[in-house]
């Protein structure tokens, strides 16, 4: 596999007097190109925070690579342009005042994507890619669908010619039959233009349908991640378990209750002592209390093992246990 076209390394955000708040910490990834890597966990774990600094809209630490180039918190426009954001609701990031060939044709102008007498020829190509009627450019988002709205996020997100195409939450608010089309073109976007994406959601149904690779987040840290098949085959990490057993299932019981996870996550600011799960772990020893588990594949810390070699890599002091019972 080729080198990847977006690598964090030791990514951490924080906020407050002191970095009293962790809302992102030691976050590594990496995303090849054509590539789908899903970002899954509950809610306030950090994964749009992490979205918000990879586009570098927020002050962290560690390192963000794009083609191997290193960015920095002052990014060219050029660097800028490499990372592009669908954001979860279309109709609030789009201006409704404008019709849809004015937002794109702006964005192009700005950014001087295309000579004054090729911009209007582009835009029609944009909403061709994205599968939208050309008559679709004369009318405001008001007028439009929810899934038509989120087409033309996606026009204007492809306008900038990005290599990694980050999406939170695409779909959330969109009816089913919406989100099975939005996702079949994030799927062939990503395999036409060789996109690097990230998708960022609650629906583990979206990422088994779409991802290649799962990242699993918990309090601002990757806990597991592995290939898709992989993870939701075995998963290796008691939080893992946990949200695939809360997904509801047409075959078995349906009168069976769905186990939710026990208890609230923990408040970033006070985060437990040793792995951040315990409190919440039926499995929890005194030293998960004690000692935070590093990832690891197969026992060995995750220094040098890329993603390319297919690893399933956990970060859970009882994950050998895991595999044997």
């Known amino acids: 596999m080729d080198e990847p076209l977006l690598t964090v390394s030791d990514l951490s955000v924080t906020y407050g007097p002191r970095d009293a708040v962790r809302a992102v910490t030691e976050v590594s990834l990496e995303v090849h190109a054509g590539e789908t890597v899903g970002l899954v966990g509950e809610s306030g774990c950090g994964k749009s925070t992490l979205a918000r600094a990879l586009l570098g809209l927020e002050r962290s630490s560690g390192e963000i690579r794009l083609r191997g180039e290193v960015l920095t ?59 939208l009627p050309q008559r679709t450019l004369e009318v405001r988002p008001a ?99 946990r949200l695939l057993e809360a997904v509801p299932r047409l075959e078995g019981d349906r009168h069976a209750r769905l186990e939710a996870l026990p208890g609230d996550p923990p408040d970033p600011s006070m985060i437990p002592s040793g792995c951040a799960f315990h409190p919440r772990c039926a499995l929890a020893t005194a030293n998960c209390a004690r000692e935070r588990p590093l990832l690891t594949v197969d026992g060995l810390p995750l220094v040098g093992v890329s993603s390319e070699a297919g690893a399933h890599s956990v970060a859970c002091h009882l994950a050998g246990y895991q595999e044997r019972t």
Request: one cysteine or more.
């Open 73 to 131: 918190s002052r990014r060219t426009q050029e660097q800028a342009r490499g990372m592009a954001i669908v954001f979860q609701d279309p109709y609030a990031s789009l201006n409704p005042r404008m019709s849809v060939r004015a937002v794109l044709s702006e964005l192009l102008r700005v950014h001087r994507l295309r000579p004054r007498d090729q911009i209007d020829a582009r835009v029609r190509e944009l909403v061709n890619v994205v599968g």
């Open 143 to 241: 007028a439009l669908s929810g899934g038509q709205r989120q087409r033309v996020a996606i026009a204007r997100a492809l306008a900038l010619e990005p290599a990694v195409l980050i999406a939170d939450e695409p779909t959330t608010a969109l009816d089913v039959s919406v989100q099975a089309v939005i996702l079949e073109l994030f799927a062939k976007l990503s395999a036409e233009l060789g996109l690097a994406t990230v998708l960022i959601t609650h629906n583990l149904g979206v990422v088994a349908a779409v991802c290649d690779r799962v990242a699993v987040m918990y309090l601002g840290r990757i806990i597991e991640q592995a290939p898709t098949e992989q993870l939701f085959g075995g998963p290796l990490h008691p939080y893992t378990r």
